[in-house]
């Protein structure tokens, strides 16, 4: 199984206000064709700017990204943009997406006519992936502007411009969280629908286990820059490898209000230890700590065949 | 046409705006008239009988009387709307063009650019705007052509800086990232998504231009450096200045140009303080 993206040893480095700050640590992932893998954890993790790098949004620091086998790390301008047709993005915020001046028929244009489309196939493909997010029939949308819409029409007219330009792969980052929990589960098949319809792979980003579970075949688990389990979503919910996916398990809310449930396996907040340091970030947090955690860094190591973690846990030297 | 009806629903909630564009609208369609409208030509030295028809006092013949060499005023003062109309539109949009390119490019691009361009304008800031503009007549020929290019020159910072100010806010936004995401190139960036967002801003700073250019022209005019051949609001105070008018009381003369450049200068700052709401609704809601 040959990847569609590929990253190695990405890392990104910001610097604010004479500060670095280590966003990304050395984060790889590879994505098979049609496969839809997710990145979990709590905001600050760098699972969005990991994304964004993917996406080349975001120069990495360090690292390189290889997508259908071609190397694209260092690409820009009219090199980056067949890549850019194939690699698109849904974004959490709808009412923030779209350009408030274009109009829907303007939004999707905008694509097709970059990624050099024929101008008369522009409408034919406009109907279609209108048809595919369901907003028919296409003409009555066609001129509206995005104040017009809800947040869920919204982020469907969101989601046909990320497929119009017929992409491979969508990186859809926190794609619900800003939407109605009503109309959540609805954007949610839609995306899976054009999936398997289209043969797309996608990259779901989330801070919430109950989506990526729902979605996602393949998942990785992020905490302070750094992948700290990697497995199949079923397999990883089910017998979390690390404390902290077993936090984020614990986390997940349940729709019963009566229940008792015990204290999340957690305490203190997010360490500022610097990263170089060495240790596991997650010691200071961790009801497992033992003394071999502050001394060294445990690295991802494979654990029963497709699962692979970064804890000392169950690691005898 | 949807630009147009948002224009009048626009100048219906606010009065202040309307009042100045109404101003603008009557000194178009005077300048675009003016030759039907202007009862005598506005340089004839007009004779009554044998002799030549100066200090005039206002009459049915001669509504605001004439010069003393004989012109009439009201023809002057309605011609003199070309070259106040020529002189404001051109410098605003010298300054608006300019102060619109610098600062999309400054706020966007960011970097170097920025710095160069914040750079620029805190000198030109810095230059004093009249003695600037007199030297550079001294230096060359005098005329509208160095007061439009003073007023270009000088006043393109303010503009500059507020639309590099809101660009920087605008290129945060998702749509701008989604923009790159679908294949945009920067420019097109700039140009197609951002710029059309900036403009109503650009054009309120161009209105208040016009005031400026108006002003300037007069001034320069009033102190000997305006083109003596043009028909101008400015000319006329000179030349009204120059033959005594103030101590001989003709202020049927020297106030209606004084007069109209006033309610030129203040259209374009009854437009921009009725903008002010739709630019800035949180300014509104104190």
Redesign the interface.
């Known amino acids: 199984m040959s990847a569609l993206l590929e990253a190695v040893g990405l890392r990104k480095t910001f610097r604010a206000r004479g500060r670095l700050v280590h966003a990304v640590e050395g984060v790889s992932l590879a994505v098979a064709a049609g496969e839809a893998l997710g990145i979990v954890g709590e905001s600050g993790c760098g699972k969005t700017t990991t994304a964004r790098m993917l996406l080349r949004l975001e120069e990495p620091t360090e690292g390189g990204i290889r997508f259908d086998g071609a190397d694209i790390t260092k690409l820009h301008g009219n090199a980056l943009r067949p890549f850019r047709a194939r690699a698109q993005l849904v974004f959490q915020n709808p009412f923030d997406a779209l350009n408030p001046r274009f109009t829907i028929r303007r939004s999707l244009t905008e694509p097709l006519r970059n990624f050099g489309v024929a101008a008369s196939e522009h409408r034919e493909r406009i109907d279609a992936v209108l048809r595919r997010v369901r907003l028919t029939p296409p003409e009555s949308w066609l001129d509206r502007r995005p104040h017009e819409l809800s947040g869920g029409q919204l982020q469907r007219v969101v989601l046909a411009r990320a497929l119009v330009p017929e992409p491979r792969l969508i990186v859809a980052d926190e794609p619900v969280s800003m939407l109605d929990v009503s109309v959540r589960a609805g954007i949610l098949n839609l995306l899976r629908e054009a999936r398997d319809a289209l043969g797309l792979a996608a990259i779901y980003i989330s801070h919430d286990l109950a989506l990526i579970r729902y979605v996602c075949e393949r998942t990785l688990v992020m905490y302070l820059g750094q992948v700290v389990e990697e497995g199949p979503t079923a397999a990883l919910i089910a017998e979390p490898a690390h404390p902290y996916t077993a936090v984020l398990v614990a986390a997940v809310p349940v729709a019963r209000v009566d229940q008792n449930r015990a204290a999340l396996p957690v305490r203190g907040s997010l360490s500022d230890a610097p990263p170089t340091a060495p240790g596991c970030t997650f010691r200071d947090r961790c009801p497992h700590a033992m003394p071999r955690c502050t001394a060294d860094t445990p690295a991802l190591r494979s654990i029963s065949g497709d699962r692979r973690v970064a804890c000392h846990l169950g690691d005898l030297p | 046409m949807r630009g147009a009806r948002n224009f009048l629903k626009f100048l219906r909630g606010e009065p202040f705006a309307a009042v100045g564009a109404a101003i603008y609208s009557v000194i178009v369609v005077v300048a675009v008239f003016a030759d039907w409208l202007e009862p005598y030509a506005p340089r004839a030295i007009l004779k009554v009988g044998p002799r030549v028809a100066r200090y005039l006092p206002i009459s049915a013949a001669h509504w605001l009387g004439t010069t003393s060499s004989g012109r009439d005023v009201l023809s002057q003062v309605i011609h003199g709307t070309r070259s106040a109309l020529v002189v404001g539109l051109t410098a605003a949009i010298a300054v608006v063009a300019i102060g619109t390119l610098l600062g999309l490019l400054a706020g966007y691009l960011g970097g170097w650019v920025d710095r160069v361009v914040s750079w620029l304008a805190d000198i030109v800031l810095g230059l004093p705007f009249l003695p600037f503009m007199l030297i550079l007549a001294a230096l060359t020929h005098p005329g509208t052509g160095v007061v439009i290019f003073t007023v270009a020159a000088l006043l393109w910072p303010n503009t500059a800086r507020v639309i590099r100010a809101q660009v920087l806010s605008l290129r945060e ?3 701008v ?9 920067t420019a ?1 960036i700039m140009f197609v ?1 951002v710029l ?2 900036v403009l109503p801003l650009a054009a309120l700073y161009g209105s208040v231009a016009i005031g400026w250019a108006i002003l300037a022209e007069a001034s320069a005019s009033f102190l000997g450096f305006g083109d003596p051949e043009t028909v101008s609001w400015g000319v006329m105070l000179q030349d009204a200045y120059a033959n005594q008018a103030l101590s001989r009381g003709a202020w049927n003369w020297f106030a209606p140009p004084g007069a109209a450049i006033m309610a030129m200068v203040l259209a374009g700052f009854l437009i921009s303080r009725g903008s002010e709401k739709l630019l800035f609704p949180k300014l509104a809601e104190q």
């Open positions: 936004r998702a749509w990232e989604a923009a790159r995401v679908t294949g945009c190139s097109r998504h059309p967002q």
